[in-house]
């Protein structure tokens, strides 16, 4: 079992930036994909950002060039940066996990952008 713990959510406004954490608790973090996923009220679901194990990164088009997806294995830990946020990205997110066929999520952070 992994458990994963997000941080970093809050209030910004629009044209700032905010760094989200997401700490995992399970050993092998390394062989991991990690991402990123948001969810706006009253809308789908939708993948941000995925990191695999050997560091390969993809975006939505919605997001690219503006976040970053990265990660420290030895910390055990995905970060996405989040820059000239809008009011459009207000959602919370959630972190992702997946290893051996398996998928965990972490319980969300809130980020609201103000305009």
């Known amino acids: 079992q992994v458990q994963l713990v997000e941080s970093g959510g809050g209030l910004v406004q629009a044209g700032g930036s905010l760094r989200l954490s997401c700490v995992a608790s399970?050993?092998?973090?390394?062989?991991?994909?990690m991402g990123w996923y948001r969810q706006a009220p009253g809308k789908q679901r939708e993948l941000v950002a995925v990191?695999?194990?050997?560091?390969?990164?993809n975006y939505a088009d919605s997001v690219k060039g503006r976040f970053i997806i990265s990660r420290d294995n030895a910390k055990n830990t995905v970060y996405l940066q989040m820059n000239s946020l809008q009011p459009e990205d207000t959602a919370v997110y959630y972190c992702?996990?997946?290893?051996?066929?398996?998928?965990?999520w972490g319980q969300g952070t809130q980020v609201t952008v103000s305009s």
């Open positions: 399970r050993s092998g973090f390394s062989l991991a994909t």
């Open positions: 990191i695999t194990g050997s560091s390969i990164t």
């Open positions: 992702k996990s997946t290893i051996g066929r398996r998928d965990y």
